[in-house]
T-cell receptor, first 114, second 110 residues
Framework: DTGVSQDPRHKITKRGQNVTFRCDPI?????LYWYRQTLGQGPEFLTY????????KSRLLSDRFSAERPKGSFSTLEIQRTEQGDSAMYLC????????????FGPGTRLTVL | AQRVTQPEKLLSVFKGAPVELKCNYS??????LFWYVQYSRQRLQLLLR??SRESIKGFTADLNKGETSFHLKKPFAQEEDSAMYYC????????????FGRGTSLIVHP
C-alpha cells in the first residue's frame, strides 16, 4: 500500500462535458474526504464518507457534483456539465476515522475546463 | 460557522532566523487544530496536531483558546523548511468538517 492514489492526475475537458475522478484510500481507512483547491487557497471541503455512507456534503457543492463510495473502499467524484469555474485541483484524503486523526492526502487530480 | 485565518501569504526569512506562522480561528465550540505542510512536488501531509503536544522537525504550536490562535513556531529555520503551510480546524463533537486556511508560503534563504 503506497498511500492514497488518485486517477487521473490531470484532466482537460471542454465545457459541458462530464468528468469522473477516482480515489483509492489507504485500505484500512474508514473515512474518505474530497476537497477542491484553487490557486492561492487552501483545500475546501466538498464531502466525506464514513465507510460507504456519505455523511456530510458542503452547502457550496453544486448539484452537478456527486460522489460515491459503493463498497466502502474506493470513491468516485463526478462533475456533470462542467463549467470553467470547476477548474481546480481535486484532492482526496483518507483517515482511520477516530477523533483527531491524521488525514492522508492523495496527489490530486488537476481539472482544466476549456 | 468555523473559520481559519492565515494572515500572511508569504513569509521570507534567512536560515537560522526564528519563524512564526500565524493561524487564528473562529469557532464557538471546542476545536481540534492541525498544521499540514506541502513541500515542493509532494502531497499535503500532517506536520503536527495540538492534541499531541509534540515537536516535529523542530516546530511547535500551542493552542491559545483566549486568543483563538494556533501559531506555528520554530526557533531556527532551515532551508528544507521552505514549503506551504496550512492551518486546519476540525470541530469536536459536531459535524466532522475540516476547515483549512489559505496557507502561508515559507521561504528560507541560505
Amino acid at each position: 500500500d503506497t498511500g492514497v492514489s488518485q486517477d487521473p492526475r490531470h484532466k482537460i475537458t471542454k465545457r459541458g462535458q462530464n468528468v469522473t475522478f477516482r480515489c483509492d484510500p489507504i485500505s484500512e481507512h474508514n473515512r474518505l474526504y474530497w476537497y477542491r483547491q484553487t490557486l492561492g487557497q487552501g483545500p475546501e471541503f466538498l464531502t466525506y464518507f464514513q465507510n460507504e455512507a456519505q455523511l456530510e456534503k458542503s452547502r457550496l457543492l453544486s448539484d452537478r457534483f456527486s460522489a460515491e463510495r459503493p463498497k466502502g473502499s474506493f470513491s468516485t467524484l463526478e462533475i456533470q456539465r462542467t463549467e470553467q469555474g470547476d477548474s481546480a485541483m481535486y484532492l482526496c484524503a483518507s483517515s482511520l476515522g477516530s477523533q483527531g486523526d491524521e488525514q492522508f492526502f492523495g496527489p490530486g487530480t488537476r481539472l482544466t475546463v476549456l | 460557522a468555523q473559520r481559519v485565518t492565515q494572515p500572511e501569504k508569504l513569509l521570507s526569512v534567512f536560515k537560522g532566523a526564528p519563524v512564526e506562522l500565524k493561524c487564528n480561528y473562529s469557532y464557538s465550540g471546542s476545536p481540534e487544530l492541525f498544521w499540514y505542510v506541502q513541500y515542493s512536488r509532494q502531497r499535503l501531509q500532517l506536520l503536527l496536531r495540538h492534541i499531541s503536544r509534540e515537536s516535529i522537525k523542530g516546530f511547535t504550536a500551542d493552542l491559545n483558546k483566549g486568543e483563538t490562535s494556533f501559531h506555528l513556531k520554530k526557533p531556527f529555520a532551515q532551508e528544507e523548511d521552505s514549503a506551504m503551510y496550512y492551518c486546519a480546524l476540525v470541530p469536536v463533537g459536531g459535524s466532522y468538517i475540516p476547515t483549512f486556511g489559505r496557507g502561508t508560503s515559507l521561504i528560507v534563504h541560505p
